[in-house]
């Protein structure tokens, strides 16, 4: 029968352990200065090696030559373990025996002699998942076992262990595995195995593990079911569901060429394909951290082949830190969306054209370098005040009942237009003129009618409108306002400048404050004097 590669080749002795080296030093010292804890917690990823080290450790102790940190493999002790039937250590799935009775039952079980061993080893996988009552049942045995007995208890999540049971046992951390040493370990296999693999389809089968050697060594199998004898990187990474870095490359040149239409390109293509959306989008923010390393760090941070790590220092020239870092967060903001989405195609699409703007921002740092000098300190630009409801004290308070000799007859559209605006400034409305400026002003004889763009219907308020109206013709009229199309690029020069003052004059008239206008855009609403 058929054994696959991450049992085949499962290490049997500490040597054969890949990494771990301060767990596997720091064990073997123990064996050989016979200070054998009762207890020990090992905790880390999946497919580190956990089980395995247990496993080990057991055939340390129990070895006809032991305890000995290196067991002979031949005896009946080492072959049963190795294969997983030894009478004396006892492998428990905490996952599926996880209550209170199953640890009793345990309990029970620790206070008799090894069958034939010299120790009775308790293996628990998965030891995070057994209820906290179970694990009150276990502490005091677990505290003062008999000398005989020693529990290994392995976890992925090492914080959810109590503490009281933690700090009865020694803990050792598990590390993920490094690239290399996972690829040397592949390619060792490899060779006995009479396959051949070259250095980038290694390379993918490693990424596909992220650290994890029974991970990569499945992806590994499956490789060979379904390439043979000899390993192609393109196939294997189709068969894996990955992106190659030059279809990610398609990603960075849509950015460099400013292209919102090459990003819904690339989505498309991999609708029609039937790639994982999520999947892409994942190994997008992949990709842009390994942009971001290989133009700040070291490149041995990337889990890449030396081709693809060249390529990738080709690729991250012409951005800047600051772009990719950007790119980065907008990345894994789109792959936090997508795992909610239920349309990942639109939030995908959304998110590749976002970065494609985000690359059109100028950075302040280079507006203000344009300038060519600082700006003069007369000119700082501060937020508009908001225009105050007809029923709050400011507002009543700043405008006055116009005596009925100020009352005035406007007697065109144009007329009403340019008295309405000016009377707004007199009353302390800025928003509300520049809407009324920007809109079309069409008057009957007891209704005005206004066309405002949509950008501007925000400060088009009838009551506000009213209180000018009152105070150009001393009675109220009926207000209609209509949303029209968006108003043009340029706005009216009136616009563009705050109340006319000395003040203001002369601050708009600087010509370091217009080449900031010219770069930056906007409009300067109000100018206040610091020396006052």
């Not at 049963?80 to 004396?88: K, N």
């Not at 969306?337 to 998110?351: I, K, M, T, V």
């Not at 921002?361 to 630009?381: F, K, M, Q, R, Y």
């Not at 010509?511 to 206008?517: I, M, N, S």
Request: glycine share 6%; proline share 6%; aromatic share 6%.
């Amino acid at each position: 029968m058929y054994q696959v590669i991450a049992r085949k080749y499962r290490p049997q002795s500490f040597a054969d352990v890949v990494n771990q080296e301060h767990v596997k030093t720091t064990i073997e010292n123990a064996i050989a200065q016979n200070r054998i804890a009762h207890g020990y917690i090992f905790s880390g990823q999946r497919g580190t090696g956990k089980t395995t080290v247990a496993r080990i450790l057991a055939r340390c102790l129990n070895c006809v030559k032991g305890p000995t940190n290196q067991p002979c493999g031949v005896c009946a002790s080492c072959l049963e373990i190795a294969a997983g039937g030894a009478v004396d250590v006892i492998e428990i799935d905490a996952a599926s025996n996880r209550g209170i009775n199953e640890m009793r039952e345990l309990r029970e079980n620790v206070r008799y002699r090894p069958a034939r061993d010299r120790y009775k080893v308790f293996i628990v996988d998965e030891a995070h998942q057994i209820t906290s009552e179970a694990f009150n049942a276990l502490l005091k045995t677990i505290e003062e076992p008999p000398p005989w007995v020693v529990f290994v208890l392995a976890t992925t999540e090492a914080h959810k262990i109590p503490a009281t049971i933690a700090s009865r046992c020694q803990h050792f951390s598990f590390r993920s595995v490094e690239f290399e040493a996972l690829i040397e370990r592949m390619d060792w296999i490899c060779k006995q195995e009479g396959i051949e693999a070259g250095a980038e389809a290694l390379a993918v089968l490693a990424q596909a593990g992220e650290g994890s050697v029974r991970d990569s060594l499945s992806a590994l199998d499956q490789a060979i079911a379904c390439c043979g004898s000899k390993l192609d990187a393109a196939q294997v990474r189709a068969l894996l569901g990955g992106f190659s870095l030059e279809s990610l490359h398609r990603v960075t040149e849509a950015l460099t060429g400013s292209s919102p239409g090459r990003m819904l390109a690339i989505v498309e293509d991999l609708e029609r394909n039937g790639s994982n959306l999520q999947h892409f989008s994942r190994e997008v923010a992949r990709y842009f951290r390994n942009l971001l390393v290989a133009k700040v760090g070291d490149v041995k941070l990337i889990p890449a082949s030396a081709q693809e790590r060249e390529r990738l220092i080709q690729i991250a020239g012409p951005f800047s830190e600051e772009d990719l870092t950007r790119y980065l967060q907008l990345s894994l903001d789109l792959f936090t969306d997508l795992q909610a989405s239920l349309q990942p195609r639109f939030h995908l699409e959304l998110g590749l054209i976002r970065m494609v703007q985000a690359g059109r921002l100028l950075p302040i740092e280079e507006a203000l370098a344009s300038l060519g000098g600082a700006l003069p300190p007369v000119t700082p630009p501060v937020p508009a005040p908001k225009a105050s409801t007809p029923s709050s004290p400011a507002t009543q308070a700043r405008i006055p009942v116009a005596p009925t000799s100020n009352i005035q007859n406007p007697t065109s559209d144009a007329d009403w237009k340019e008295r309405l605006h000016s009377t707004l400034m007199e009353i302390g409305m800025p928003f509300t003129a520049d809407a009324v400026e920007h809109s079309t002003v069409t008057a009957s004889a007891s209704e005005l009618q206004f066309t405002a763009p949509e950008e501007f219907m925000l400060g088009m308020n009838a009551d506000d409108l009213n209180q000018a109206v009152r105070r150009i013709v001393g009675r109220p009229m009926k207000i209609k306002i209509v949303g029209g199309q968006r108003a043009a690029q340029a706005a009216p020069a009136r616009a563009q400048t705050a109340p006319e003052n000395e003040t203001s004059a002369r601050a708009l008239a600087n010509p370091e404050v217009k080449r900031f206008q010219a770069v930056v855009g906007g409009q300067i609403r109000t100018v206040r004097n610091l020396k006052e």
